[in-house]
Structures are given as structure tokens and as C-alpha cells.
């Protein structure tokens, strides 16, 4: 019996036959299309290319591509049920068979997916067994167009950061705007800070004893919202938080008792009330969140967030740009199906995955979200850590998202880790992938190209202030050496927003079109990469607009900042000088030529001072209650001074 299918997918060649022949020398000839199989019947195969034991039956055929190109063969088709399947792929003659690919188990609800290159002219044998059931299923074979080699390609150099070892992190750890090297310890960690000209002063502070290291991951955040930066260590029994007293000299240990297998941990504002909180995901458990409740304290909070084990690699992103936070876990191990955790805005979180058809059992330790095709909604690339492929996942725009995994390069990929991020790193407007041993250079129309000669993933951030993101060794970094793109990078403060804004969302428009950034805390698997949204800009010499939507709700606009620069961007006061002095702060003189004089506060303040067109111009502590303005150039500013008691708003006007 012949049945005519339905157009489906756009392939020329749609046709289903009766049955695939039962024997390797029967095998019925196909070329592209849509296939369905009754039950497995036929001989089974003894030589496997995947998995093994000694199944009882068989369907087989032949293909012949005309010219050497990729094939995609998958039992996950499109408008048919799927079926637990295992296939094997071979060239050679019936009596010499030699494995080139197979699968079992890598899409949908055990269905079977693999992409493969193939040469013209040469015959190829599938074989399908029924290891798993010998139940009839659909089947499609695609020919796809794979990218070329990559362009635009930058070159990194080894580059040593003295007296460090262990480095897990490159953030910005003293306000200076520029990104940090952290290496956590059990007794200690160091910070190598970055100096105006090339190089680093090392600083080493003295802690209780962890009772948990980051053995597992590493993650940053001002969960206190006093000026510095907190860190959090997972480790594999536990969580540890060192927090930064008042003026970033000293850290007291704060752990928790509670047994968690610690994995990828975060900074984020979970419940949307402006107090940063943190995640942990727990490999063994119900995953758990420290809830800041805005008095100094955090919060054991567990459930809500995924209930079962297998919990390795969360990031939280808005994926529906409903201006709300979004919780993705990629997962591996005793309960591999990936969750993505929709914020109802009310606390509570619902998995939705199954329905985006992103609940399979992809075996991966972390997953890279951003929007890849600058259309506006954030787009994921979910890396294998030990399944046989990558899952590309372009978002619709609506919520939903559509698997474009065949032919983006990705598809074709063999190369796997625990690590898969998302940057720009050759500052020409699209995102780039890291990951797999392989640096995946986006080609601007969802499509990869891929360069192995990429340093591995570890920690990202900007380690000598030129506008070209690194890439972090234990002990040294791999110097992006740049090319001639422009670029220019967002560093947003929150006032009524957490002090990090992470959470918000940053847009950046130029001739290219609209890029949007998340700020983060915690992205890949174990590392910790900056905070702030960088972007790049190719030839593009100017920037029309700077959008910060803020997690409160919020939303600030900048006109025509300057490229090529760091631009500090402070929640509600980096549009203008608008804000007037505080009742009880007192600056003098006002017009100042050298030096303000501030009363109001305590002496020893942080400072931070804001010109007209939003840009942090200086950052440095008052001294006896004294602020050195002389350097800066005459106009109308604003103060921002940062205590114990919050954040206080003067403006003065430099002469």
C-alpha cells in the first residue's frame, strides 16, 4: 500500500512507503522526504553505531545523495506521533558495514535525531531496530545547506595576571568601571583590581573559614545594596555568602545548614521587591532561593522552582518581554528534562516547557539565551554536555519558540561541555556562542560558523578597557585583540531597583537596528562573567538611543551617548540633572571650583557624580566629608552619595 502525504516543511520529495526491506540487501532506495514504517518486522541489525544489546527486528534502506552535503534524519516529524526509535547509519557493502552516525533517544520523547555530513555518489544504509519497541513510526531525511567558514574571526593571546590562580570571575569589584579578576578561597580570596594603565594591583582579604567553597559554581551580586559586591560559593554540600561591609575592606561568612548539591548559582530578584536575592540549583532535590527580606537577612526558601534532581545549569532571562524575570534549568542526570519557570508576577513560578517544546531530555549542563537575530526576544541555544546534538531554539516573538536546529551549523557541531555562553566578541551587533571547545561566530541569520581555535569558556569580562570582551584562564586571561568595530558598554545602577539592576533589560540602537542585553548574574555553568550589557556596534559610528528598563517597571531613556566608551548609568537620574538637593544634606560651595564640602552624611562616603548626559564621570569616597571636583569640566551635575541609610541626590554646578 502507497499513501500520498501532505506538503510538509517545504520538501520537494513527500512520500511514505509500505515498508522498509527487511534485509541489508533489500534495503528500499530513498532520497529526501517523509517516510512512515509499520511495525519492525525486518532483519535487525548486529553492528550498532549507538547503544547495543540484541534487538529482535529491523526496517533498513539506501540513500545516495547526488552531491556532498549535511542530512538531517530524525523521527521527530512534524503533525505525527513520536515513537521511542533507535536508527544506525553505515556506509560500505552489506558484509563490511562501517558506522558514519546514529542515534537513540536525542529528540522528543525518545524519538531520534542526528545530522551527518555525507559525499556525493556514495551509498548509505539505515537501519532501524526495535532495542526499544518495534511499534511503527514516521520518519524524515533533509538535505541542508551548512555555513562556511567563519568570518570576522578575532584572535585572543595569553596574557598573565601575576601573583592569581583559581580565578572564577571578571567583575567590576571597586566601582571603578572597570572589570576584576576574583579567585575565591576556603580561608581567603584575592582580587587582582584592574589599573588605569595595563595591569593589576592584587589585594588579598582574610575570611572565617568557608564552610562551603565554590567547587562547584561562583556568583557576584550587592544583595545588600551597600556599593559593593557580595559573593556566593557553591559548593557540593552547601551554599556560603561573604558579604562586603560598608566601605569593601572586610567580608563575614554567611552559611547556611541546609544540604544543598550546589550547581549553577545566581543573583537575581526572585519576587521583584527591589532586594536582590539568590538562587542555587540543587543536582539531588527540590532547587532553592535565599529571599532577601530588605532587613539584612536572606531566607531559606525551597520549591517552587523545580521539584525534582537532575538541576544544573540556571539563567534567568525575560524569554515573553513581559517585563518579568523568566527561570531556565538545563538539566542532566536522574531527571534530565530541561524546566523553563514562567514568573506569574505573584511569587510563584509555572513550568512551561512541555508546551514550548522545550521539556525533552537533552542532556546538557548549561544553555546560552540571547537574541541572536536582533529581533527583539531572547533566543537559546541549549548545549550538549553528553547528548549526541545541540538544540537551537529561535523565539517567535509571541512566547513560543521554533527549533531551527537543522542547518545552522549547530546541527552539525560534534563538539561538547559543560560551559555554553553568549557574547559579542567581535563587536560587529551579533551575538556569538562559546561553547563545546569552539568559539561559534553568528553569520546574522540564525546560522553558526565555528572556530576551534577559541580559547575554552570561563569567565568573560573586559580585562584591559578596550572594549573587547576576554576570556579567563585560572590564572591569566586570553586578551581579545580586537579588530575596528566599535562598540559601547552599559553599566546600569538601580536606586528603587536592586543596586545591580539585575533583571533589567538594556537596548542599544544604531544603524544596525535594536540589540537588547539582560544584566546577569551567573550565566554558563560554574564561572562568573561581568555585570553589564555590552555591545557591539561594527562600523556603526553613532548611537541614536539607550533604553534601561529596569526590573521595578521603570524605564530610563538616553539620547545619542558616546561610543566606544563605559557608560554608568544611575535608575532615574542618568537622563538630566533635574533631581534637587536633599533637605539635611548640605554641599558647599555651590558654584565649586575644587573642592565640595558635604555635610548630611558620614564623612567617609561613597560618591558617585553624573554629568548632563547621563555619563558617571566620577567615583571615588569622600574624605572627611570632602569630594575633589577640580578635574571635572565647568557645568551642572548631579551627587550621588551611598550610606548606611541609602542613596542621597544633591546637584551642584562646577565652575
Known amino acids: 500500500m502507497k499513501t500520498t502525504l501532505p506538503f510538509v516543511l517545504g520538501l520537494t520529495l513527500l512520500c511514505s512507503d509500505s515498508f522498509g526491506q527487511g534485509t541489508c540487501d533489500s534495503a528500499l ?6 517516510y512512515t514504517v509499520p511495525a519492525l518486522t525486518g532483519e535487525a541489525p548486529t553492528l550498532f553505531c549507538v547503544g547495543g544489546g540484541t534487538p529482535a527486528a529491523g526496517a533498513w534502506y539506501q540513500y545516495t545523495p547526488i552531491q556532498d552535503t549535511t542530512v538531517n534524519l530524525t523521527t521527530d516529524v512534524l503533525g505525527y506521533p513520536n515513537v521511542d526509535t533507535r536508527f544506525h547509519v553505515y556506509s560500505g557493502v552489506c558484509d563490511a558495514l562501517v558506522c558514519v552516525s546514529g542515534d537513540d533517544d536525542s529528540g522528543p520523547n525518545y524519538s531520534s535525531i542526528a545530522t551527518f555530513n555525507v559525499s556525493g555518489g556514495v551509498t548509505y544504509t539505515i537501519a532501524f531496530d526495535s532495542y526499544w519497541t518495534a511499534s511503527g513510526f514516521t520518519f524524515q531525511l533533509t538535505e541542508l545547506d551548512q555555513p562556511g567558514p567563519p568570518t570576522g574571526m578575532v584572535s585572543f593571546t595569553p596574557t598573565p595576571i601575576p601573583g ?42 582574610p575570611t572565617t573559614p568557608a564552610d562551603n567553597t565554590a567547587s562547584w559554581s561562583f556568583a557576584i551580586g550587592d544583595w545588600d545594596s551597600n556599593g559593593y559586591r557580595d559573593l556566593l560559593y557553591g559548593g557540593g554540600s552547601g551554599a556560603t555568602f561573604m558579604k562586603a561591609n560598608g566601605d569593601g575592606t572586610a567580608y563575614t561568612e554567611i552559611s547556611f545548614p541546609q544540604y544543598i548539591f550546589c550547581q549553577r548559582t545566581n543573583f537575581v530578584d526572585v519576587n521583584n521587591d527591589g532586594h536582590l536575592d539568590a538562587f542555587s540549583c540543587h543536582d539531588v532535590d527540590a532547587n532553592v532561593a535565599f529571599i532577601n527580606d530588605g532587613n539584612g537577612n536572606l531566607v531559606f526558601t525551597q520549591g517552587g522552582y523545580g521539584t525534582t534532581c537532575g538541576n544544573y545549569g540556571s539563567i534567568w532571562t525575560d524569554y515573553d518581554n513581559d517585563g518579568l524575570v523568566d527561570l531556565f534549568i538545563a538539566k542532566c542526570g536522574c531527571d534530565p528534562v530541561d524546566l523553563l519557570m514562567h514568573n506569574n508576577d505573584n511569587g510563584s513560578f509555572l513550568n512551561v516547557a512541555p508546551a514550548l517544546g522545550l521539556a525533552d531530555s537533552h542532556q546538557s549542563w548549561s544553555s546560552a539565551w540571547g537574541d541572536f537575530d536582533n529581533d527583539g526576544d531572547m533566543d537559546v541555544l541549549i548545549g550538549a554536555s553528553s547528548s549526541g ?14 527549533n531551527v536546529t537543522a542547518g545552522s551549523g549547530m546541527d552539525t557541531f560534534g563538539g561538547q561541555s559543560i560551559e555554553w555562553t553568549t557574547h559579542d566578541f567581535n563587536n560587529d551587533g551579533w551575538l556569538d556562542i562559546l561553547g563545546g571547545g569552539a568559539m561559534h561566530y553568528n553569520n546574522g541569520n540564525m546560522t553558526f560558523s565555528h572556530d576551534a581555535t577559541a580559547p575554552a569558556n570561563h ?32 553599566n546600569p545602577q538601580g536606586i528603587t531597583a536592586n543596586r545591580d539592576a539585575i533583571g533589567a533589560r538594556v537596548e542599544v540602537t544604531s544603524d544596525l537596528g535594536t540589540q537588547i542585553r539582560d544584566i546577569r548574574s551567573g550565566d554558563g555553568f560554574r564561572y562568573m562573567s561581568f555585570i553589564g550589557a ?5 562600523s556603526d559610528e553613532t548611537v541614536q538611543q539607550v533604553v534601561v528598563k529596569w526590573p521595578d517597571g521603570t524605564q530610563d531613556v538616553i539620547e545619542n551617548p558616546a561610543i566606544n566608551t563605559v557608560h554608568g548609568l544611575i535608575q532615574g537620574v542618568s537622563t538630566g540633572v533635574a533631581v534637587q538637593t536633599e533637605v539635611g544634606l548640605t554641599i558647599a560651595p555651590n558654584p565649586v571650583s575644587d573642592v565640595l564640602m558635604i555635610s548630611g552624611v558620614p564623612q567617609n562616603t561613597s560618591a558617585q557624580v553624573i554629568d548632563a548626559t547621563g555619563k558617571l564621570v566620577l567615583q571615588e569616597r569622600t574624605q572627611g566629608g570632602r569630594l575633589h571636583v577640580g578635574a571635572l569640566p565647568a557645568g551642572v551635575y548631579q551627587l550621588i552619595l551611598t550610606d548606611q541609610e541609602g542613596v542621597h541626590h544633591a546637584r551642584f554646578t562646577k565652575q
Open 389 to 402: 546534538y545541540h538544540k537551537l531554539m529561535r523565539n517567535n516573538g509571541d512566547g513560543t519558540f521554533t
Open 164 to 205: 592569581m590562580s583559581g580565578i572564577m570571575g571578571f567583575v567590576d569589584m571597586n566601582n571603578d568601571g572597570r572589570d576584576d579578576a576574583i579567585a575565591p578561597g576556603q580561608n581567603l580570596f584575592n582580587i587582582a583590581y584592574q589599573q588605569v594603565a595595563p595591569g593589576f594591583t592584587m589585594t588579598t582579604y
Open 459 to 490: 569567565a568573560i569580562g573586559d580585562m584591559n578597557n578596550d572594549g573587547f570582551l576576554d576570556i579567563g584562564t585560572s590564572a591569566t586571561y586570553y586578551r581579545n585583540n580586537g579588530n575596528g568595530n566599535n562598540w559601547i558598554r552599559i
Open 29 to 34: 532506495p530513498i532520497s529526501p522526504g517523509i
Open 534 to 538: 555590552h555591545f557591539g556596534l561594527g
